[in-house]
Structure formats: structure tokens, C-alpha cells
């Protein structure tokens, strides 16, 4: 049985008994009002779910009375009711956001009793969808912005600050793995563009030849595979955000081109002779330090402005060790639920070494720690031994770059800048060779700002066997990834 509220705002004592009776009959409890001035209050205090409301009333005009409840940020929905239906009346109320306008005729009560059904159902798939937008903002919002540093803090407040501007470009830089994703995915949905789309891409993921068709789009036969148009992400991002990370591996022929769009918010496909007006906040991510790109000749530098007219720099985990074991006990509760574990507390032992390692990979590499400890942990307590080697030796572990170029004179790890090092050892709970695999080629991207050929050179390999080790161990960061707490 329906246990909807209806208020019935009428100064006719008739006319609301008769409604009283009706809407009985279909199942509502019903509540009052002679007057505006009453309707009012009792919306407020008995919190109905739909208003049937007059437009002729004692004190207040209905219309009034809709717009006050609109004003107070009302959400229920309201039908307006008359004898005497007059267009300025109906344009005014359903403007305001009336849900349905119904003349008081013989027979009026079957129309309404679909009005109100009508109504009810509307409000109810309204609800539905803002808890699910609720849930991708919880999901993508400040609560996933761990930490209990300053530095976190401030960048916390300034990003909300921004997201609710009207900024349309904003650049995110950051090491890899500070969670430039997450920061870019707030700015999204804290902004008033949240109901629109949300399109993230990595420039580095596509070629070039491909790059225009993608962001752009292309009209039929433009080229030889372009059978039919296509809209590119600008379009489809449209009154939304898109993200472009790693912008600094955009080509300068594509930075021009993205500039004119910044500058004029038009496009124009590949192929095409029309310009295509839109409507898109761009938020630039890089790891790379843009403003020594555009100083070596390998980044425009009207674009660079154009794009840090807005600048937000998220520091580096090493730099606020305040928040690594807000970050650890983050995860814990997070790998809890989906590994189905009951870890109740880090380890002393193991909060030492989280605490005292230097974090080249940052949170994501955190995260990562955390997840395999997780995995491996079977008692109640996570403790060091199922940490991996990059965190367990602490103290032992060279980097990158040191590993690539030392040699073992038998004494320990000679390096080519003539440092020793000790011997290397394993950790108490021992470890695979996989493992040192995986810490090896992220500490080489750390090292290497995340440039894989710089990466690859590091470890003597190719770039394509980088790649092929990246996607193995699921280093290659994609749009699905789930993103990593700042």
C-alpha cells in the first residue's frame, strides 16, 4: 500500500475534502493547507512527497507559493490545480518547475490520480539517480584524498576552490603516481558540470596519426578508413570535463591545434570545413616539468600558459610522510572488504618501514605494497614480512639506477660513481624473483619521471620489452584504472 504524503493546498474547505477522499481512496496520507502562508510551513515540517497545488489562494498567489518552495530548494513535486487555467499562470508555473498543470473540471479526479502517479514515479527515478551520482562522487570525491598533512590540506581546500569555478583549463603536475587522476576526477564531480560527461585519455596511449581523429573527430572519407563520421572526445564531452593525461607527449603540430580550442572552446574535424562550438573544462595532467619542456624547445609555450592560467602541483608522498600511514590504513580497509580479510592493525614493525622508506612510486606504489601484503597476510596483524622487497629492505635497496649501473667486486655493489654498497639480501619471509622484477621496473620509472625510453635505458632493455613488463605487472596505468587516493 502506498505510503506517499499528499498536501492539498486549497482555500475551498470542498474542494479539499473532496481531493481528501480521492487521494484516500488511492492509497496517500493527505495533509492541509487553506492558504499559502500555511502551505508553506506545513511543507516544511511534514515533509510531503507531492503538493496539489491551487493557483488562487487567499494570501499568496500559488504561483508565489511554487516558486518560495523552488527558492527553498524544494525537490518534491507539485501539480498545479485551477478552475481557471490561464497561460500566463501555466508558463509561469511550469518554468518554476511544476510538475503538471491540471484543470478543476466534472471529471478532473481520473486526471489526476495519473498526474500524482505520474509524479511519484518521477521523483522516485529522480532520487534513484542522485544516490548513484552521489555514490560516483563518493567514489571519486574528497574522501579518497587521504592524509593528514598541511601540504594535503591545502591542496584539499584549493581543489574544491577550483572545482567550483568557472575555470575551463586547468594543469595538474606531479610525479608519477600522486594521484594527478584522482585530483582531476574531483574537479569533475565537485563542479556544476558533474551531471555531464567525465571523458579521460593518455596521450602517450595513441599515436600521433591517430590523435587528431580522437580528440577531433573526422568526417566520412577524411581518410582512408573513415568510412563514417565521427565525433571526437571534445564533442563528446561536451558541457563535461576531459582529462588529457600526459599531456607533455602531445605533438607540436596537436598542441596548436588544442590551443586554438582552449582559446575559442571550437573544433573542427578532420576532414571537415565547419566549426563546431562546445562547451568543455580541460584539466591537463603531466609528470613531466612543462615549464623545462618549453624551455628546451619541446613544449609550446602559449600553451603552457594557456593551460596553467590554473596550476595545481600535488607534492610528492616523501614529502609529507604525515600521511603515509593514513594512506596504508586507507587501503587496508579497502583490500578488507574486497579480499574478504579482517586485518584489524599494521604492525609496529611494519608501520616503521612504511613510514622510513622513501616512496619513489608514491601512493600508487603504496597501494600496491599494500595489496600484496593483503593478499599474503593471513593473520589479523599485517606485518613486514609480506611486504615487498622495494619497502622490506629498506636501507639495502638500491634504485634504479644504481642497480643498471653497479657491478659486485665481491665485497658489495660497486657503483659507477665508485660507491659501495652492501650486499643485497632477501627479506625474513623471503620473496621471487618476480617481485624484484616488478619493484625494479617501477623504481626505473620513478627515476625516469615515467619516460619508458629513459626507463628502459635504465635497465638495459628495450622499450618494447619495458612495455611488455609494464602491462605485466599492470604498471600501465589505463581510463579503467581505479584511482589511487592523493
Known amino acids: ?272 570545413t565547419r566549426d563546431i562550438q562546445v562547451d568543455v573544462r580541460v584539466v591537463a595532467a603531466s609528470n613531466r616539468d612543462l615549464e623545462r619542456g618549453v624551455r628546451e624547445g619541446q613544449f609550446r609555450q602559449d600553451l603552457y600558459y594557456r593551460l596553467a592560467i590554473i596550476s595545481i602541483y600535488i607534492p610528492p608522498l616523501r614529502e609529507r610522510k604525515e600521511d603515509v600511514l593514513p594512506l596504508a590504513e586507507f587501503f587496508v580497509g579497502r583490500y578488507n572488504k574486497k579480499f574478504k580479510k579482517n586485518i584489524q592493525r599494521i604492525s609496529d614493525d611494519a608501520r616503521t618501514l612504511l613510514t622510513t622508506h622513501s616512496w619513489p612510486g608514491n601512493v600508487r606504489e603504496l597501494k600496491n605494497a599494500i595489496e600484496r601484503a593483503m593478499l599474503l597476510e593471513d593473520d589479523t596483524v599485517l606485518s613486514r614480512k609480506y611486504l615487498p622487497f622495494a619497502v622490506a629492505q629498506q636501507g639495502s635497496t638500491m634504485t634504479a639506477y644504481e642497480v643498471s649501473s653497479a657491478r659486485d667486486n665481491g665485497n658489495g655493489a660497486q657503483l659507477a660513481n665508485g660507491k659501495t654498497l652492501p650486499r643485497l639480501s632477501l627479506p625474513e619471509g623471503g620473496t621471487s624473483l618476480e617481485e624484484i622484477e616488478r619493484a625494479m621496473v617501477e623504481l626505473a620509472m620513478a627515476k625516469a619521471n615515467n619516460n619508458q625510453t629513459h626507463a628502459a635505458r635504465l635497465l638495459d632493455i628495450s622499450r618494447d620489452a619495458l612495455r611488455y613488463k609494464l602491462k605485466k605487472f599492470g604498471l600501465i596505468q589505463t581510463e579503467e584504472e581505479e584511482g589511487a587516493p592523493a
Open 1 to 272: 500500500m502506498p505510503s506517499e504524503k499528499v498536501l492539498i493546498v486549497d482555500d475551498e474547505k470542498l474542494v479539499r475534502w473532496s481531493l481528501r477522499q480521492k487521494c484516500q481512496e488511492w492509497g496517500y496520507q493527505v495533509v492541509e493547507a487553506e492558504n499559502g502562508t500555511s502551505a508553506l510551513r506545513i511543507a516544511r515540517t511534514e515533509a510531503p512527497d507531492i503538493v496539489l497545488l491551487d493557483v488562487r489562494l487567499p494570501d499568496l498567489n500559488g504561483v508565489d507559493v511554487l516558486r518560495q518552495l523552488k527558492q527553498n530548494g524544494d525537490a518534491r513535486a507539485v501539480i498545479m490545480i485551477t478552475a481557471d487555467a490561464r497561460v500566463d499562470d501555466v508558463k509561469s508555473a511550469i518554468k518554476l518547475g511544476a510538475f503538471d498543470f491540471v484543470e478543476k473540471t466534472p471529471d478532473f479526479h481520473d486526471e489526476l490520480e495519473v498526474a500524482i502517479k505520474n509524479a511519484l514515479e518521477a521523483t522516485r527515478l529522480r532520487r534513484e539517480v542522485e544516490s548513484l551520482r552521489g555514490e560516483v562522487r563518493r567514489r571519486a570525491g574528497f574522501h579518497e584524498v587521504v592524509g593528514a598533512s598541511s601540504k594535503i590540506k591545502e591542496l584539499m581546500e584549493f581543489v574544491h576552490k577550483v572545482a567550483a569555478s568557472e575555470a575551463t583549463t586547468i594543469l595538474i603536475q606531479g610525479e608519477s603516481g600522486t594521484g594527478k587522476d584522482l585530483v582531476a576526477k574531483t574537479l569533475h564531480y565537485e563542479s556544476s558540470r558533474q551531471e555531464k560527461p567525465w571523458i579521460a585519455i593518455n596521450c602517450s596511449a595513441i599515436p600521433d596519426t591517430l590523435m587528431e581523429s580522437e580528440l577531433f573527430g573526422h568526417e566520412r572519407g577524411a581518410f582512408t578508413d573513415a568510412k563514417t563520421t565521427k565525433k571526437g572526445l571534445f564533442e563528446a564531452a561536451d558541457g563535461g570535463t576531459l582529462f588529457l593525461d600526459e599531456i607533455g607527449e602531445l605533438s607540436p603540430l596537436l598542441q596548436a591545434k588544442l590551443l586554438r580550442v582552449l582559446e575559442d572552446q571550437v573544433i573542427r574535424r578532420v576532414g571537415g
